[in-house]
């Protein structure tokens, strides 16, 4: 499976970006799947996952109320909408594939891995 994250950019604090993840190379519709982060000299960290129906979905606290995490397995497909972004938003955003139908925040549980797209907000 390969993974390709795209929609990150630069974006003032308050604005808006969806960040998509596309599968190719075979379905994860039976993967849950989930989004992190790496900021700068910092640990990738756990934004948001969502099981493989789309019916169960997690968020960090971080980012809780202010990012919807969704999926459009027909298209193989998963998305970020992130909102009232924030400074301390700025890392690259990874998307990646479990080895489970259910997402969870373990870094351990994800077998496949885009390379990240930039999102940087700015003050």
């Known amino acids: 499976v390969q993974l390709q994250a795209s929609g990150g950019g630069l974006v003032q604090a308050g604005g808006s970006l969806r960040l998509s993840c596309a599968a190719s190379?075979?379905?994860?519709?039976?993967?849950?799947m989930a989004w992190f982060r790496q900021a700068p000299g910092k640990e990738r960290v756990f934004v948001a996952g969502?099981?493989?129906?789309?019916?169960?979905?997690y968020y960090a606290d971080s980012v809780k109320g202010r990012v919807t995490i969704s999926r459009d397995n027909a298209v193989n497909t998963v998305y970020l909408q992130m909102n009232s972004l924030k400074p301390e938003d700025t890392a690259v955003y990874s998307c990646?594939?479990?080895?489970?139908?259910?997402?969870?925040?373990?870094?351990?549980?994800?077998?496949?891995w885009g390379h990240g797209t930039q999102v940087t907000v700015s003050s």
């Open positions: 990646a594939a479990s080895r489970y139908s259910v997402a969870s925040s373990s870094v351990q549980d994800y077998t496949y």
């Open positions: 969502i099981n493989w129906k789309g019916a169960n979905t």
């Open positions: 190379g075979r379905t994860t519709s039976n993967n849950g």
